[in-house]
């Protein structure tokens, strides 16, 4: 069963608008993380920032914010003041504490910034 | 800066040759996994380590073998190369054991079998 849940394949945003990405995830262990990675068309992968599933506060990183819904099961990242520069393939992925603790990823979301 | 380097960035080579894609981290991390990724399409789990002299299958099969005889080098080969390995290749690697910690993640070979 799929247990990441990217439902944009495709985004677009104005450059300098905010933009939601969404991510929902499917686990049964009560402890578990969620992470963002930032895919460029070069093709590295790029962290960007961690939720932890008992974090009472949605985390921040500069301009990205996580979104975190527990009881919806949503980690949706937002960007905001959208940059050329973050045009990019992004990434939504889960580790569950219990349950092998291997990194689970989403399909993924291409986002395009448009000047 | 990276610490996880992986050789060669690119490679194009023709069918029926022997491959090795070279993956080493400096962070000292006992697990390490490859992933083999079409462009701008999903990353798939072929192979994990959780350290030395442990190799464990990922969830997508593939034809390539892997090594784990040191913990920072975590090499994956491919003994005959076919046009459907063509792809890319990311190697990561993390801490082991749950942590909040990313997973860190090499550059990536890209590889074109003609």
């Not at chain 1, 799929?2 to 499917?26: H, R």
């Not at chain 1, 975190?68 to 580790?95: H, P, T």
């Not at chain 2, 073998?65 to 080969?77: A, N, Q």
Request: glycine letters at 8%; proline letters at 4%.
């Amino acid at each position: 069963a799929q247990k990441i849940t990217q439902t944009q394949p495709g985004m677009f945003v104005q450059e300098k608008e905010a933009v939601t990405l969404d991510c929902t995830y499917d686990t049964s262990d009560p402890s578990y993380g969620l992470f963002w990675y930032k895919q460029p068309s070069s093709g590295e992968m790029i962290f960007l920032i961690y939720q932890g599933s008992y974090d009472q506060q949605n985390a921040t990183e500069g301009r990205y914010s996580l979104n975190f819904q527990k009881a919806r099961k949503s980690a949706n990242l937002v960007i905001s003041a959208s940059q050329l520069g973050d045009s990019a393939m992004y990434f939504c992925a889960m580790r569950e504490v219990n349950y092998g603790q291997n990194f689970v990823f989403g399909p993924g979301t291409r986002l395009s910034v448009l000047p | 800066e990276a610490d996880i380097y992986q050789t060669p960035r690119y490679l194009v080579i023709g069918t029926g040759k022997k491959i090795t894609l070279e993956c080493s981290q400096t962070m000292g991390h006992d697990k390490m996994y490859w992933y083999q990724q079409d462009p701008g399409m999903e990353l798939h789990l072929i192979h994990y380590s959780y350290g030395v002299n442990s190799t464990e299958k990922g969830d997508l099969s593939s034809e390539s073998t892997v090594s784990r005889i040191r913990t920072e080098h975590f090499p994956l080969t491919l003994e005959s190369a076919r046009p459907s390995h063509t792809s890319q290749y990311l190697c990561a690697s993390s801490e082991a054991g749950y942590s909040n910690q990313p997973q860190h993640f090499g550059d990536g070979t890209r590889l074109s079998i003609l």
